[in-house]
């Protein structure tokens, strides 16, 4: 294993060691003994214990970091990363929160990439999973490891479209945890940017007598006893990036562009799978609704205060309804795997499939809006998050579609725009190959403000 700085790829970096060695016959086969452990624990049991294993390359970012900048942006503060291997070339970043491209590039400390354990052990029992990260050989030879998600499986059929990845016809269900680790933020509403002294917001009341205010990290309404039916919306609206902290904000829909690969020069895609979450507390019996448009149709949550019980509808027609709890909670609602979803507290409330060709396509610059009718209520730490856009474009074209072999797994990197993954291997991944699984270690860094 030889250290590896190649920053085009995903490799991980494999650090010396120098075993104790003292002599006399005791500490001699003390000695063997550590080293034989030593030895037996990296074949089989766990790697990156005692010799640091990390990731030098991009591919695998949100959830694994390479080498990379940290970037606190001068208009709204949130965090992000630039990759060592994308630095950009005009001197200036654009926060990927609010678009400002206020940020000056000073490469001053690389931070080094997430340190990994390679787990053995599980795989001398079971294949590896879907969406698990692994760490294999380098399929085309380098002298190398290379950290990578498992997508299909021996013997199945990849298809990728509209950055969707599908196994023989049909996309696969991630859990909440997969969806985060993958996610990428939007917007989050506790960065704003701060033009003439007042705290800019993305999310605006819909009318100018609103009772929506804003308050600092959320939104406020109180409790309309004159108009009881009326309903207030507050809705986010998407802008693109802007041009100089003067500039003027353009409405737009999401896209597929990512702050980490400054020089990446490519087409942009319009992501339609996006995730709205944030705090909820109430007071009193009203609704709260809210309204989640993609590219082909409106879903509207509704929660009533006094049944406790959330609904979900198309136009008229009913999806499904579920209980949600009574305290104050967080909330995830969103679109991801041809499915939408509502998740309190972490834990799984309502999903409700979407029928062949109802997925959602194409996409609009105000995905999300919030709607009070008779409620008291503060909601705050609104975050929007979009899912991976798995290309077939960059960083070279493919085709899209694969057949799996016998013993073949089809492995992607998270970060696809850069990744060089199976899509672009000219020789297949086998079983062989895979050397364990891959574990972020805590001590790692954080990758944005969240
Ligand atoms: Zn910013």
Same mark, same amino acid.
């Given at each position: 294993?030889?250290?590896?700085?190649?920053?085009?790829?995903?490799?991980?970096?494999?650090?010396?060691?120098?075993?104790?060695? #003292?002599?006399?016959?005791?500490?001699?086969?003390?000695?063997?003994?550590?080293?034989?452990?030593?030895?037996?624990?990296?074949? !089989?049991?766990?790697?990156?214990?005692?010799?640091?294993?990390?990731?030098?390359? /991009?591919?695998?970012?949100?959830?694994?970091?390479?080498?990379?900048?940290?970037i606190e942006c001068v208009e709204c503060g949130f965090?992000? =990363?630039?990759?060592?291997?994308?630095?950009?070339?005009?001197? !200036?970043v654009?926060c990927?929160?609010c678009?400002s491209e206020g940020n000056a590039?000073?490469?001053?400390?690389?931070? #080094?990439?997430?340190?990994?354990?390679?787990? @053995?052990?599980?795989?001398?029992?079971?294949?590896?999973?879907?969406?698990?990260?692994?760490?294999?050989?380098?399929?085309? *030879?380098?002298?190398?490891?290379?950290?990578?998600?498992?997508?299909?499986?021996?013997?199945?059929?990849?298809?990728?479209?509209?950055?969707?990845?599908? =196994?023989?016809?049909?996309?696969?269900?991630?859990?909440?945890?997969?969806?985060?680790?993958?996610?990428?933020?939007?917007?989050?509403?506790?960065?704003?940017r701060t033009?003439? &002294?007042?705290?800019?917001?993305?999310?605006?009341?819909?009318?100018?007598?609103?009772?929506?205010?804003?308050?600092?990290?959320?939104?406020?309404?109180?409790?309309? @006893?004159?108009?009881?039916?009326?309903?207030? $919306?507050?809705?986010?609206?998407?802008?693109?990036?802007?041009?100089?902290s003067?500039? @003027?904000?353009?409405?737009?829909?999401?896209?597929?562009?990512?702050?980490?690969?400054?020089?990446?020069? #490519?087409?942009?895609?319009?992501?339609?799978?996006?995730?709205?979450?944030?705090?909820?507390?109430?007071?009193?019996?009203?609704?709260?609704?809210?309204?989640?448009?993609?590219?082909?149709?409106?879903?509207?949550?509704?929660?009533? !205060?006094?049944?406790?019980?959330?609904?979900?509808?198309?136009? /008229?027609?009913?999806? *499904?309804?579920?209980?949600?709890?009574?305290?104050?909670?967080?909330?995830?609602?969103?679109?991801?795997?041809?499915?939408?979803?509502?998740?309190?507290?972490?834990?799984?409330?309502?999903?409700?499939?979407?029928?062949?060709?109802?997925?959602? &396509? &194409?996409?609009?610059?105000?995905?999300?809006?919030?709607?009070?009718? /008779?409620?008291?209520?503060?909601?705050?730490?609104?975050?929007?998050?979009?899912?991976?856009?798995?290309?077939?474009?960059?960083?070279?074209?493919?085709?899209?579609? $694969?057949?799996?072999?016998?013993?073949? !797994?089809?492995?992607?990197?998270?970060?696809?725009?850069?990744?060089?993954?199976?899509?672009?291997?000219?020789?297949?991944?086998?079983?062989?190959?895979?050397? *364990?699984?891959?574990?972020?270690?805590?001590?790692?860094?954080?990758?944005?403000?969240?």
């Open positions: 294993m030889t250290a590896n700085s190649d920053p085009s790829g995903d490799a991980l970096q494999i650090s010396g060691y120098r075993a104790p060695w #003292r002599l006399g016959r005791n500490t001699f086969i003390t000695a063997t003994i550590a080293a034989t452990l030593v030895w037996f624990t990296r074949q !089989f049991v766990i790697e990156g214990w005692l010799v640091p294993v990390r990731v030098s390359g /991009a591919s695998m970012a949100p959830s694994l970091l390479g080498e990379h900048y940290q965090e992000f =990363v630039v990759a060592n291997s994308e630095p950009p070339r005009t001197g !200036f654009r990927p929160n678009s590039f000073a490469p001053s400390t690389v931070r #080094r990439g997430d340190r990994v354990w390679i787990e @053995k052990w599980p795989l001398l029992f079971r294949s590896p999973r879907r969406w698990e990260a692994v760490v294999v050989d380098d399929p085309d *030879g380098a002298e190398r490891f290379v950290v990578i998600r498992v997508v299909g499986l021996p013997g199945e059929t990849v298809q990728i479209i509209d950055g969707d990845v599908r =196994v023989n016809g049909h996309t696969v269900p991630r859990s909440l945890g997969r969806q985060r680790q993958m996610a990428w933020v939007v917007n989050d509403d506790r960065y704003r033009l003439a &002294g007042h705290a800019v917001s993305r999310w605006r009341p819909a009318r100018p007598d609103s009772r929506w205010h804003i308050v600092p990290h959320g939104f406020e309404i109180a409790n309309p @006893k004159d108009q009881p039916d009326r309903v207030d $919306w507050l809705v986010y609206q998407h802008v693109a990036a802007v041009t100089g003067l500039g @003027k904000p353009v409405e737009n829909v999401v896209l597929d562009d990512i702050a980490l690969n400054q020089t990446a020069r #490519r087409t942009l895609h319009t992501v339609s799978d996006l995730a709205l979450s944030g705090h909820c507390q109430t007071s009193g019996v009203g609704q709260l609704m809210v309204r989640h448009e993609t590219g082909n149709g409106v879903r509207l949550w509704t929660f009533d !205060f006094s049944s406790h019980e959330v609904t979900l509808r198309s136009q /008229a027609e009913v999806l *499904g309804s579920a209980a949600f709890p009574r305290q104050p909670f967080r909330f995830r609602i969103g679109s991801c795997d041809g499915e939408a979803g509502l998740w309190i507290d972490d834990q799984v409330v309502l999903v409700h499939p979407f029928a062949p060709g109802e997925a959602p &396509g &194409g996409g609009t610059s105000r995905p999300f809006a919030l709607g009070s009718r /008779a409620l008291q209520a503060t909601m705050g730490e609104l975050c929007i998050e979009r899912d991976t856009y798995v290309t077939v474009d960059s960083p070279r074209p493919v085709e899209g579609s $694969w057949q799996l072999g016998d013993d073949e !797994f089809f492995l992607l990197g998270d970060n696809s725009p850069v990744s060089h993954d199976s899509r672009h291997w000219s020789n297949p991944v086998r079983r062989r190959h895979v050397r *364990g699984i891959a574990r972020r270690r805590a001590s790692s860094s954080v990758f944005g403000n969240r």
